[in-house]
């Protein structure tokens, strides 16, 4: 197995175990690559849902520019929801899991086809 399927599984993984969620396969592999790089490197895999420019880094380059959502309040509700799902006891949030459960959430994976 490459690294990249590694992680798909260990993500497959926090959304069984910490979200209560059976991944789409398919889907969680798009997301991921859509990911790119960037969940090869420890700090920019996971979202840290406590630093508010970090949010704001989400919803601008993920739900407004990749999923094409309009931004406004709906966004942090959404965003709010999902970071509450995965718990925010958890420390470690990654970023393709949350992007995955957003693109759920808005019923997006069409982005993903």
Known sequence: MSKRDDLIAKYA???KAK??????????TKVVI???????????????????????????NFLVKKLGLANGPKLDE???KVLEIYGKSNRNKYRAVVYYML?????????YK
């Open 19 to 28: 979200c209560g969620m059976t991944a789409d396969m398919d889907l969680l």
């Open 78 to 80: 959404a965003l709010a």
């Open 13 to 15: 993984g926090d959304l």
């Open 34 to 60: 859509g990911c790119g790089p960037s969940i090869y490197n420890a700090d920019a895999e996971t979202v840290s849902a406590s630093q508010e420019s970090e949010l704001e880094t989400v919803k601008q």
């Open 103 to 111: 693109t759920k959430h808005f019923g997006k994976e069409a982005v």
